[in-house]
């Protein structure tokens, strides 16, 4: 079982609306304030989404390169950018993502219904950019939504060997309505089946939140929070701050016995390269 907790924030995704919601960071300010508070907490990776002016979800490249400078001057994280991006944006725009030259993307192993819409992931646009993260060394964290992308990853890395990093570490994405359910038998199923020596975070959607974050902290896995993937920090309670769900992860971790990683050690484990000085 690993020794310390790597702990995600996704503080904002490409669904919630601000109007409905203040509290999510929106502008660059909000995101770096936002950012720097996570990290405080416990934090070593972040995982981003932009809004543009009006707040909606964009992925200008222009403002997504500004987004990385902004949070590596701000902070230590691991800036990872999601080429996921709203279900309505194509597959060019998120090919262009690594343009921005993250530390990180996430990389999602197969398409799933995402509540009414959906997350279009094809095999030929999985492979176009599990070869540009291969080319541009970007660590890629394969998001898995459902079984099936499973044993997508598994392909993809028969196919195309090892990613940036040399090191395979997944995001299990649970209780989606439309991918696998958020519970610990799934997650256990969803572990099993895992290539060798892969490490992994999980998140649950929603009121799935705790169940999945206490069984990965049982089964020894890594832990993404944020508001991207639960808008309630208890029942008829809105979550107040991104930076009390990265607060309870971490005390949850530390009670565990497990205690945060640093963004230094998370880039060790993740095998992406120290910042130059
Ligand atoms: N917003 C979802 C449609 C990712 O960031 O890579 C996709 C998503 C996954 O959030
Ligand atoms: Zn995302």
Redesign the pocket.
Known sequence: MAASTLITV?PT???ADKAQVPALPVTLDELVATAKECEAAGAAVI?V?IRDRTAQ?TLDRALLTDTVAALRAGTDLIVQL??????T?GFADRLGVLDAAPDA????CGTVN?GD?V?SNPWTFIKELYQLTQERQVVPEF?LFDLGHVATLHRLLGEFGPPAGGHVHCDL?MGVPGGMPGDVATLAAAVAALPAGATWSATGIGRTTLPVLFGALGAGGHLRVGM?DTLSFARGRPVARNAELVERAAELARLAQRSPMGPAEARDFLGIPARPA
């Open positions: 996704a995704g490409a669904e995982h989404h979800p999601s080429t996921g991006g709203a279900v944006d993307c996430s990389l999602t995402f819409a997350f998001e994405v991207e």
